[in-house]
């Protein structure tokens, strides 16, 4: 177990940037999304990290409460301090998966369906969404026209111009094979591939905990998640 | 004569570059709303004769798993270093971001180098290290939208159609959505800041509608990234959009017009799920209220065929706009395919009124 989690925290930028001092205002809290739709209050967070007690930290990064935020940063408009807690969430969220806090809160483990579907699609397709990967089982709320889109994709999307399945500009272009190479490199070179190694790892070890079949794509663990 | 008022307003203009943008797509865009970035492109190369350059090789600016925090800021800063260098090779200085939540990102990046300038140092030696490229930061970068503001009265000056009610001889009452991404991380990067959002409302004005101001007009849409990829989270983000909704009800908006790819999403799609949830419309006569992007208005304005702008992709209806406009439209081809071929017609949702 990581000793000194203060330490790793101070090394973020989004830490350092987000951070300056909190006088427990909550405007944050006023204007946030997420406080609006469940006990979430940015307040309470930036102000036990600015604390600096490690106990409360870990508390923290084993929580739910982290994973709450919506990151739409409407609090780094408001604070008159010139707090951002949507960066110190940010940091937060990092370093509960680089010590595997994370998979001891039910929203943190969540990470790996997320990981699963965009990290894994960005990697595919060089886009964080791509047609051929949405449902209206996974995503109901696309509702009977996507349904339609899809099944008559082909048709439809050259009718509006697209180059989709095509090696050229336009919109749903296949990516080169070398733009996802790139991809690849950076992921590899900063770091996104190892969170994303470190998300698996700790996943995997929970889903044996609780006994719910762990391989990859959409196994039961990932059911499990992003249904529940 | 130059006022403070002046003073004060000019703090919230933003340069936008006049000609040769390096156009950088959106994920959201390209998959939920096809035709839209064609269009926009269309509309700066035939309507306003400008230079605008779609690179293959662009990829995601891998802004959605940031901000689901399943990648590492270095991660999207190096991405971000790589899509600057792609417009370096292009031979362009002026980068356009078709999304709001990339334009966040692409913001935040520089930012960040401002202040931690040795975040710039690493970003360039792991891109080289990756990919043995470098890159210059671009001379200027906007939002999509940026665009068609800043040439808005020559859009109006081409225009087949104003944002007049032709039955009533009334302004259409459009709804504006922000998006929180454009203005409200970085105010001074956006058209009248945090506080006074105008890159929207400039439209409607120069257009002829009438602005809906609303007690939620700055709400978020409630996409929250992880909060809505996941279907278990996903409460979260409709009920921010409803949150919306029953604050402009009461005005009664012919039109939402959207900045932000997701927030055209969400503000189209949360109505037809809410009307099959609650049997709950907020448009007229069991429609719901049309929601536009800003280039599909102005394709529509300059008489673009509703149908080969990809307007039928929408689930929300368009046809009570269309009506209002006086836009005549051909209601047997919306749902043809290629060549104009009968490729079947969507379901019909079970309450929400579609056509």
Sequence with gaps: MMKDLYKELEKDVRYLEGLKSCFNCGVCTAICPAAEVSDYDPRIVVNIVQQKDEAELEKLLKSDTIWMCGECLSCKTRCPRGNTPCYIIQALRALSIETGFFIESQQGRKQLAVKRIVGEHILKYGYCVFIDEIDTEMYPEQGPIWDWLRQNKESILERLGTSYNKEQSGTLRNISQESLNDLKKIFDETGATQRFEKIEKYSSGKAKELNIEFNDGNDDYFKYLYNK | ?355
């Design chain 2, 1 to 355: 004569m130059k006022t403070r008022k002046n003073e004060i307003w000019a703090a919230y203009q933003k340069e936008i570059a006049d000609d040769h943008y390096y156009f950088a797509r959106s994920c959201i865009r390209q998959n939920f709303f096809p035709a839209a970035e064609n269009l926009y492109l269309n509309i700066l190369r035939n309507e306003l004769e400008k230079d605008i350059y779609d690179d293959a090789r662009q990829t995601t600016c891998t802004g959605i798993a940031y901000h689901s925090g399943i990648i590492p800021f270095e991660t999207i800063m190096t991405v971000v270093a790589r899509q600057f260098s792609l417009m370096n090779e292009a031979g362009y200085e002026n980068f356009i971001a078709s999304c709001v939540t990339s334009f966040g990102i692409y913001v935040e990046v520089m930012d960040t180098w401002n202040h931690f300038p040795e975040t710039e140092q690493k970003t360039r030696v792991a891109l080289k290290r990756a990919t043995g490229k470098t890159f210059e930061i671009p001379k200027n970068l906007v939002h999509a939208s940026d665009i068609i503001y800043k040439f808005r009265k020559e859009i109006a000056a081409k225009a087949k159609f104003r944002l007049i009610n032709q039955n009533s001889e009334e302004p259409i009452k459009v709804v504006d959505h922000i998006g929180c991404h454009y203005a409200k991380i970085f105010p001074q990067e956006g058209i009248g800041g945090a506080e006074y959002p105008y890159v929207l409302a400039g439209l409607i004005d120069e257009w002829g509608g009438k602005q809906v101001d609303y007690p939620e007009r700055r709400h978020c849409c409630g996409f929250g990234f992880r909060q809505y990829l996941l279907k278990s989270n996903r409460s979260y983000s409709v009920t921010n959009s409803k949150k919306k909704f029953d604050s402009m009800q009461p005005f009664k908006p012919d039109l939402i017009i959207a900045n932000c790819p997701g927030c055209t999403f969400f503000l189209d799609r949360w109505q037809y799920v809410i009307a099959e949830m609650k049997s709950k419309t907020y448009g007229e006569n069991g429609y719901g209220i049309p929601v536009l992007t800003y280039e599909e208005l102005a394709g529509l304005l300059l008489g673009y065929n509703p149908w080969d702008i990809g307007l039928q992709t929408h689930q929300v209806a368009v046809e009570p706009l269309l009506d209002k406009l006086g836009i005549i439209y051909d209601s047997g081809k919306k749902y043809k395919g290629r060549n104009g071929e009968d490729i079947g017609i969507p379901e019909n949702p079970l309450v929400l009124r579609c056509c």
